[in-house]
Each structure stands twice: as C-alpha cells, then as structure tokens.
C-alpha cells in the first residue's frame, strides 16, 4: 500500500506567515491528492482537490502544487481561523490513505 | 447534503455493532460512499468504501475480515457491520460522500460521527 507522510508535524507561526506543508506518497499518485482541514471539535473540510484545485468557499490564501510523489500546501497568509490540523488524502484507488496531520498554530 | 450517522455505543472486546448513516440531500445511489475513523486525539483512518451499486467494495488492512460495509439505496442509508472489536477499534466513526459520482474523487460531506467505545 501507498504510504502518506505529511511533515512537520506541528507548526507555529505568527497572523500573515507563510505557512507551507508538505506531503509525500512512497509511490507515484499523480495529482490524486486531496488537502482537508479540520478545526478542533469540527468535521474536516475539504479545501484542495486533484492536487492543486481549489474547492468552492475556500480562501483564495490556500494554494496546493505538486505532482507524482511530492506535494504542498501553502497558507501565503496565516489567519486566526486558519489554526486547524490539516491532512492529506490520495484518492488514488483503495485504500484512500491520510497522512498523519499537520497540527498549525498561531505564534 | 446532509449525512446523519447513528448506532455508536460501548461494546465488549470480541462484540459485534452495526453503525448507520442517514443521508439526504442528493443522489444518494449515483455516489460511491466512505467511513473514516478518528480515535480519540489521533488522526484520520479511512476504513472502507462502497460503490453506488454495493457491487464493489474495499477496506483498510486493519478491518478487513471484521468488517462489512453495505449500503440500501431504497432508504438512502450506509451501514458499516463490527464484528470481533477490538479496544483499538475505539473511536469517531464517519460516514463521508464522494464528491464526483464517477472516477475516484475525494469527500465533500462528512457527516458529524458516531462514537463507537470498545471497552470491558
């Protein structure tokens, strides 16, 4: 199976940082690659699709790229309500594998 | 969309449970459909899938062989059947929608979780 390893682990930045996180798959998935966050005691959301695609409703401030095995998401400016853990997901047939999480904070 | 799970309860190590999810507000039988699992303070686990027809299924390695998922396209509802639990089976289960009817996609609804407590 395809593993998912999303790396920090944790984050602290100060309101209007770049955040960036990174997510690599052991094997190629194209651009199956899916990016949700999830705000304490809430759902996940899903914010990124298809690797760089940004769903409806989502701040323009979130951006994905990558392709293959490597891929980002970057915050350009962190805001308050953007404290989440967030997490990405190959969707690239069975099984749909999250990486572990990337815990974001504010500084 | 909404997607309302249900049936999560404390059970016994060795127990079986079947959780449900309710969902409304689309074309339920044109989507494939997933439960994902939180354990208490941990990360996201997907845990199995079925397609719009329940002809295909698949499920994480943790589940497989414990776990059955099925879905009654005539009541609009999921149905994920727990057998032989185990403690580390504790957690949030969610039901999850597809969010294209073909191909694979990722999940655009979630639904709010049924907490299912394996434990003597």
């Known amino acids: 199976d395809i593993q998912m390893t999303q790396s920090p682990s944790s984050l602290s930045a100060s309101v209007g940082d770049r955040v960036t996180i990174t997510c690599r798959a052991s094997q190629g998935i194209s651009n199956y690659l899916a990016w949700y966050q999830q705000k304490p005691g809430k759902v996940p959301q899903l914010l990124i699709y298809a690797a760089s695609t940004l769903q409806s409703g989502v701040p323009s401030r979130f951006s994905g790229s990558g392709s293959g095995t490597d891929f980002t998401l970057t915050i350009s400016s962190l805001q308050p309500e953007d404290v989440a853990t967030y997490y990405c997901q190959k969707y690239y047939s069975a099984p749909r594998t999250f990486g572990q999480g990337t815990k974001v904070e504010i500084k | ?120």
């Open chain 2, 1 to 120: 969309v909404q997607l309302v799970e249900s049936g999560g309860v404390v059970v016994q190590p060795g127990g079986s449970l079947r959780v449900s999810c309710a969902a409304s507000g689309f074309t339920f039988d044109d989507y494939t459909m997933h439960w994902v699992r939180q354990a208490p303070g941990k990360g996201l686990e997907w845990v199995s899938l079925i397609s719009w027809d329940g002809a295909g299924t698949d499920y994480a390695d943790s589940v497989k062989g414990r776990f059955t998922i099925s879905r009654d396209n005539s009541k609009n509802s999921l149905y994920l059947q727990m057998d032989s639990l185990r403690t580390e089976d504790t957690a949030l289960y969610h039901c999850a929608k597809s969010s294209a009817p073909t191909g694979w996609s990722p999940f655009d609804y979630w639904g709010q979780g049924t907490l299912v407590t394996v434990s003597s």
